[in-house]
């Protein structure tokens, strides 16, 4: 079982829709990144996490340490929200980032 | 500020030879990361600097790969000798405080195809 898991994989939205990509982990850890990767491949660090909630123009990210889960939402959705979102955690008994396999997003017009 | 700068951006070689891969961090940050990211594997994390000293290279996957720091504002991935395997795109980030609870800023990435 990887340690950390995301859901679901692909995901297709209308422009406009309310939009939920989870993530969970097996581990301790002490702080959980969301990453969004462009189209082009480039990648973008959108929030780090280690407790609660952080809110970023329309994206919004949350944490639940107990439940070990975060949920990255998008309000509003766009097209140009279409990209690959992937979370990362860092494991606290290790000097070292895991990735989840990414979440591959696509808003339609 | 130019942000993380990383070239080449595409590289081409054949199996056997040195490839180097060059990053600039932003000015004044004080972490430097480099991973790989590839379809099967996804985003790893290979190797990370504080304040220009190696922390952790528990993600290099073998003795072909290493990584320097000399100073703040440069680092080199090196493979010798590369291997089809190795073919990838390498990302470098860096952060203004170090460890791997901050955010980071990721350079746009190295496209390594070796044939």
């Known amino acids: 079982k990887n340690e950390v898991e995301q859901s679901p994989q692909n995901l297709t939205a209308q422009e406009g829709e309310f939009i939920t990509i989870n993530c969970s982990y097996s581990?301790?850890?002490?702080?959980l990144h969301w990453l969004q990767q462009h189209p082009g491949g480039g990648i973008v660090s959108l929030f780090m996490?280690?407790?609660g909630k952080k809110k970023h123009g329309r994206l919004i990210a949350t944490i639940n340490i107990q439940e070990k889960h975060s949920s990255l939402h998008i309000t509003a959705s766009h097209p140009r929200d279409s990209a690959v979102y992937i979370c990362?955690?860092?494991?606290?008994?290790?000097?070292?980032?895991?990735f989840g396999s990414g979440t591959r997003l696509q808003v339609q017009p | 500020d130019a942000g993380v700068i990383q070239s080449p951006r595409h590289e081409v070689t054949e199996m056997g030879q040195e490839v180097t891969l060059r990053c600039k961090p932003i000015?004044?940050?004080?972490?430097l990361f480099w991973y790989r990211q590839t379809m099967m594997r996804g985003l790893e994390l290979l190797i990370y600097?504080?304040?220009?000293?190696?922390?952790?290279d528990s993600g290099m996957p073998e003795d072909r790969f290493s990584a320097k720091m000399p100073n703040a504002s440069f680092s080199t991935l090196k493979i010798q000798p590369s291997e089809p395997r190795d073919s990838a795109v390498y990302f470098c980030?860096?952060?203004?405080?170090?460890?791997?609870?901050?955010?980071?800023?990721f350079g746009p990435g190295t496209r390594l195809t070796v044939t």
């Open positions: 980030a860096s952060s203004p405080t170090t460890g791997l609870g901050y955010e980071q800023y």
């Open positions: 581990v301790g850890i002490s702080a």
């Open positions: 996490l280690s407790s």
């Open positions: 990362a955690v860092k494991d606290t008994g290790r000097r070292a980032l895991t």
């Open positions: 000015s004044g940050h004080n972490s």
């Open positions: 600097f504080n304040n220009n000293v190696p922390i952790d």
